[in-house]
């Protein structure tokens, strides 16, 4: 069995894995996809201490860091199901290919993904002009005009933290009120270059082929279609985790993420958790590294103490 099984590999799991195999002991990661939502990034600018670089040039580097160690790594492996320990003090994993995974630790790592909008033109012009991520992109559409899909606290965050850089936000919700907070609601409204819909279904993001121009709405109430230029869309209608496959075996938020504490300990001992997978607020890869390195070390603590 593993001393440390780590299940994801993102930048949480492959921290994860390179905080356990440097204490000495026997250590697995486990991912559908090494790289995580890495590979899906274009430029990233917020990665402290390096200036610029690309999701797959950085997910190659983790995956090259990683296999410095000792680190059994299982790429394209999906996770299906967890049987937390019983007498035999082994935690279990079967995955996909009917095969399972015994490990005295285990740490919990599979991300999350954004909810599309399922419209025509999103994929086509995704990191195009369609992003996922304000803290991420928002600087790229400077002096630019751009729209915020979702009325909810994080759209209506979006948008405030959009307002303040670029030119034009046009913020769109399906309801016919906004969903967020209060007093969000009310810094939004106070701002001048924001224009708010509501009642409005996105039916369309519009490009020139290299990048997006406008989007397409529908008044709900009129049914009329309206178009809008601009040269952003940010979609904010919700980060789903990736963690169907646990329900049941670790306590999980109303909103799917693993309950941790500070030390990244779910509600099952010896069992950890780390990055966009929880309940640690705001998701972003440094973030996820700390959090993982910060749940391997607590593994091994945990470890320590067994008999
Ligand atoms: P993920 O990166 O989601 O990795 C999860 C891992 O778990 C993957 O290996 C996946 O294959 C695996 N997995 C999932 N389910 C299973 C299963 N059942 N069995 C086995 N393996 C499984 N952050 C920034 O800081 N800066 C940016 O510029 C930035 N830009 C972004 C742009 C885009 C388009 C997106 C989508 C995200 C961006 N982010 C950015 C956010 C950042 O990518 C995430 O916060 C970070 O990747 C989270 O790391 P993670 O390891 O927790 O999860």
Wanted: with cysteine; aromatic share 6%; net charge negative.
């Amino acid at each position: 069995p593993f001393d440390v099984l780590v299940v994801g590999g993102g930048p949480a799991g492959a921290a994860a894995a390179i905080y356990a195999a440097r204490k000495g002991i026997r250590t697995g990661v486990l991912s559908e996809r090494f790289g995580g939502q890495v590979l899906d990034t274009m430029g990233i600018e917020n990665f402290i201490s390096v200036q610029h670089t690309e999701g797959p040039k950085l997910a190659a580097q983790l995956e090259n860091h990683v296999k410095e160690y000792e680190v059994d790594v299982m790429n394209l492996q999906k996770a299906t199901a967890l049987v937390p320990a019983g007498e035999d003090g082994l935690h279990e994993i079967t995955l996909e290919n009917g095969a399972s995974l015994k490990a005295k630790t285990l740490i919990l790592s599979t991300g999350a993904r954004w909810r599309q909008m399922g419209v025509p033109g999103e994929d086509e012009y995704r990191n195009k002009g369609v992003a996922y991520c304000p803290h991420c992109d928002g600087p790229l559409f400077k002096g630019k005009r751009t729209a915020v899909i979702g009325g909810g606290n994080s759209g209506v965050e979006a948008a405030i933290d959009l307002a303040g850089i670029v030119a034009h936000v046009t913020l769109i919700e399906f309801d016919n009120q906004l969903r967020a907070d209060a007093v969000l609601q009310a810094k939004l409204r106070s701002m001048p270059n924001v224009t708010i819909v509501t009642s409005a279904l996105t039916t369309e993001v519009l490009g020139d082929g290299a990048k997006v121009t406008g989007l397409v709405y529908k008044d709900r109430e009129t049914g009329e279609l309206h178009t809008v230029e601009l040269e952003g869309i940010f979609v904010q209608i919700g980060l789903v985790p990736n963690t169907e496959w646990i329900k049941g075996a670790v306590d999980l938020s109303p909103r799917g993420e693993i309950e941790v504490d500070a030390r990244g300990a779910t509600s099952v001992p010896g069992i950890f958790a780390a990055g966009d997978a929880t309940t640690v607020p705001y998701k972003q890869i440094i973030i996820a590294m700390g959090e993982g390195s910060k749940a391997a070390l607590s593994a091994f603590d945990y470890l320590i103490r067994q008999g």
